[in-house]
């Protein structure tokens, strides 16, 4: 059982950045990809990075790109995710997912491919 435990979600104003934090129970020695989602109230639960933590390859989802940045420190067991220039439709609560992989390079980004789940932290964009 992998134990997710994510922070570092708050109100800011458009433009803005967070960053926000993944702690797992293991990262070191386990092969696994990592991810993070977002579900706005009234909408399907949507993916926004990987990262996978053999390679540590990133993965995005393509309108997120220039503005997310997905990391990994093994030391630490954590994942992060840095959060730039936001907006109001990034306002969602952000989930962090982890699944045990057999392959290197990207992790897809699709709810149902995980298996472990954190509860949440919550980002509003507001002015």
């Known amino acids: 059982q992998v134990e997710l435990v994510e922070s570092g979600g708050d109100s800011v104003q458009p433009g803005g950045s967070l960053k926000l934090s993944c702690a797992t129970s293991?990262?070191?020695?386990?092969?696994?990809?990592m991810a993070w989602f977002r579900q706005a109230p009234g909408k399907e639960r949507e993916g926004v990075a990987s990262?996978?933590?053999?390679?540590?390859?990133?993965w995005y989802v393509e309108s997120l790109v220039d503005r997310f940045d997905i990391s990994l420190d093994n030391v630490n067991n954590t994942i992060y995710l840095q959060m730039n220039s936001l907006k109001p439709e990034d306002t969602a609560m952000y989930y962090c997912?982890?699944?045990?992989?057999?392959?290197?390079?990207?992790?897809?980004?699709?709810?149902?491919?995980?298996?472990?789940w954190g509860h949440g932290t919550q980002v509003t964009v507001s002015s």
């Open positions: 997912a982890a699944v045990p992989s057999s392959s290197v390079g990207p992790c897809a980004i699709l709810p149902g491919r995980y298996l472990y």
């Open positions: 293991e990262i070191t020695g386990a092969h696994m990809c």
């Open positions: 990262i996978n933590t053999a390679d540590h390859f990133p």
